[in-house]
């Protein structure tokens, strides 16, 4: 209810309530998405700064997001530059609102680990690349919780 409350959240606390919300009314079939992104300065403004600064194009990135048939609904409240995080999905599964805090994190981590390991990056680096990278985002946009994913 924190969400209602305290108008704001993140992607993972207003899916949850959402996808919780619909499912107590009896409309199992809108699902809580959990994806992994790219992101970058064309579908999330803003990091460009952080992620030029490091010689990055993009960086993984966790997102929720609810599915209900064919169609994605996001209702974050970032602004989206000439693409939305949902056209630069690399992967996405199903997940209950209850198990959401827990698979995130590990989700998240995991893949941002095998990412940077591939690219030969400290897991950690990348982990701190990100979290300024948030951070930025929080700051521009205040109404919104700053999120993190570690585990």
Same mark, same amino acid.
């Given at each position: 209810?924190a969400v209602l409350d305290e108008e704001r959240g993140t992607c993972s606390s207003k899916h949850r309530f959402l996808a919780a919300l619909a499912h107590e009314c009896g409309h199992p079939e809108v699902k809580l998405m959990l994806g992994l992104y790219r992101m970058?300065?064309?579908?999330?403004? %803003?990091?460009?700064?952080?992620?030029?600064?490091? %010689?990055?194009?993009?960086?993984?990135?966790?997102?929720?997001?609810?599915?209900? %048939?064919?169609?994605?609904?996001?209702?974050?409240?970032?602004?989206? %530059?000439?693409?939305?995080?949902?056209?630069?999905?690399?992967?996405?599964?199903?997940?209950?609102?209850?198990?959401?805090?827990?698979?995130?994190?590990?989700?998240?981590?995991?893949?941002?680990?095998?990412?940077?390991?591939?690219?030969?990056?400290?897991?950690?680096?990348?982990?701190?690349?990100?979290?300024?990278?948030?951070?930025?985002?929080?700051?521009?946009?205040?109404?919104?919780?700053?999120?993190?994913?570690?585990?």
């Open positions: 209810m970058s300065e064309k579908n999330t403004p %803003g990091v460009e700064t952080v992620l030029r600064a490091e %010689g990055l194009a993009a960086i993984p990135e966790a997102h929720c997001y609810l599915m209900s %048939g064919e169609r994605r609904f996001d209702f974050t409240g970032l602004p989206f %530059g000439a693409t939305s995080p949902i056209e630069s999905l690399t992967d996405e599964r199903c997940v209950s609102p209850s198990d959401l805090r827990s698979v995130k994190a590990t989700y998240h981590h995991g893949a941002l680990v095998d990412w940077a390991r591939t690219r030969g990056i400290d897991p950690e680096r990348a982990w701190a690349i990100r979290e300024k990278c948030i951070e930025l985002l929080a700051n521009r946009t205040p109404h919104l919780a700053s999120e993190s994913g570690a585990p």
